[in-house]
């Protein structure tokens, strides 16, 4: 059976009570992460500017525009929302494979509402949409030499919006071949990631709206009987296009339904580049348990994996600072709660900022790297020297990240991070709820319900 098939007719054939319990207490974790960083991002300038973009179509009212509390039609409240949640670039990652909740949860949403899908039908769409494109995402992987030009993020995404839609409009296995054929054909373009090294840094990751955007009109297409190319992932297309050099028919369908992707979901402890995580966390490491003070440092020397060298000491708006390590570990040493305050405006110019900025060297390590590669990106190993003005040397290697498989979130840290994004702009009430109603997701009988809490404060 080609790869193509088996994938849909795991989708149609799975079940709510085949997801094992795990599974589902992960997937609410997925959901709750992603809520917090969609609202969190809904609130940031660039999120409402996008916000009235998509408010100018209108379209139908069918699904909330989270934060803004707004209805449009599905497609265009999963563009939106999808968005939001990467803004911060505080949404979850996998090993070297992007964000896939926010083409997964947002679209599950957006869709679940137009279909009346209860929690359960969200859980199930889900757990799939992480489960079919995070296999597809490994299976197109670019090698070590060609991810220093591109990075396919948005193209085997769109398949996680894919899946979640086919599955809450009840496709058949036919119909989501047809779905998945007509996604591979309007999937974005991969990410070029010379690009971000240059500054300004633009919205570098936008295309994950389109992907969202796609495979919800994909699903929708399909279900009207729209027919397409039946074996995407089998044809030597699909990974060209998306510019990889490399593709693994195998990885696709490999342990299928026994190995669950969701598992590998690693969430963020601060809004930046998932790949610097470990440098943050061994300074963090080092100035708590030396009780320095940013006055007390002479110098900070970090080697890291290749892709997560972003040495900029002078990064002007929020993107420059997402993808700036120096900016990253001086808002760590200066105590800065993680979340949309690290890219207060008037931060850029703070003298205590700029002198850490100047102490900071970021370069390759060579060995990060290998290991980075070897390990699909599960591996994520940073060394870091802090030099004190009394001449002392501290030195910390870390492999995993906080929020990584190897370090996890306990479920409360992930709500502390939830309500530090959602807080000011659901108010406590509406928050409380949210998380609630997420704990039991299994018994709600209507998303309206979740999705209705999701509204700003009035």
């Not at 030009?149 to 979640?164: E, M, N, S």
């Not at 296995?173 to 300004?200: E, H, T």
């Not at 633009?202 to 190319?229: C, D, H, Q, R, W």
Request: proline share 6%; with cysteine.
């Amino acid at each position: 059976m080609s790869v193509t098939r088996t994938l849909a007719e795991f989708t149609a054939d799975y079940k709510y009570e085949d997801i094992p319990q795990q599974m589902l207490s992960q997937a609410k974790r997925c959901i709750i992460d992603s809520l917090g960083c969609a609202i969190g991002g809904s609130a940031t300038t660039l999120g409402k500017t996008i916000v009235r973009s998509v408010k100018a179509l209108k379209g139908p009212k069918q699904s909330i525009i989270i934060g803004d509390g707004s209805k449009v039609g599905c497609n265009e409240a999963s563009f939106v929302n999808t968005l939001s949640a990467n803004l911060l670039d505080f949404d979850d990652s996998a090993p070297a494979l992007g964000h896939p909740g926010n083409t997964i949860i947002p679209p599950s949403l957006a869709v679940g509402e137009v279909v009346n899908a209860s929690g359960k039908d969200i859980l199930l769409a889900v757990v799939l949409g992480y489960e079919v494109s995070l296999r597809i995402g490994d299976g197109i992987r670019p090698t070590r030499e060609r991810m220093k030009l591109v990075y396919p993020i948005g193209c085997f995404q769109t398949y996680g919006a894919v899946v979640a839609a086919s599955k809450l409009l009840k496709l058949d296995a036919n119909q989501i071949v047809s779905a998945f054929g007509i996604a591979g054909s309007g999937a974005p373009l991969p990410m070029s990631m010379p690009m971000f090294s240059r500054r300004p840094v633009g919205y570098m990751k936008i295309a994950i709206g389109f992907a969202s955007n796609t495979g919800v009109l994909a699903a929708l297409m399909a279900k009207e009987g729209t027919p397409y190319y039946t074996e995407v992932f089998d044809s030597e297309g699909l990974w060209i296009m998306a510019g990889s050099d490399s593709c693994d028919h195998n990885a696709m369908v490999a342990d299928l339904g026994s190995k669950y992707w969701i598992n590998t979901i690693s969430f963020k402890p601060y809004p930046s580049s998932a790949w610097g995580h470990s440098a943050s966390k061994a300074v963090a490491k080092i100035v708590t348990e030396q009780k320095l003070n940013p006055e007390d440092i002479k110098s900070i020397t970090v080697k890291l994996v290749a892709p997560a060298v972003l040495p900029d000491k002078n990064p002007r708006g929020m993107f420059d600072r997402e993808f700036s390590l120096p900016w990253n570990l001086a808002m760590v040493i200066l105590g800065e709660p993680p979340g949309p305050r690290w890219f207060i405006e008037d931060k850029i110019d703070d003298p205590k900022v700029r002198s850490l900025l100047d102490k900071i060297t970021v370069e390759e390590g060579e060995e990060a790297t290998r290991l980075f590669f070897s390990s699909k990106g599960y591996v994520i190993r940073a060394t870091v020297d802090i030099v004190t003005n009394d001449g002392k040397t501290f030195t910390e290697q870390i492999d995993y990240p906080k929020g990584h498989e190897q370090d996890p979130f306990t479920d409360e840290e992930l709500k502390g991070k939830f309500r530090t994004l959602a807080l000011p702009v659901l108010g406590t009430q509406k928050t409380e709820k949210v998380i609630a109603i997420v704990d039991k997701l299994e018994e709600l009988d209507r998303i309206g319900k979740l999705t209705n809490l999701l509204r700003g404060k009035v």
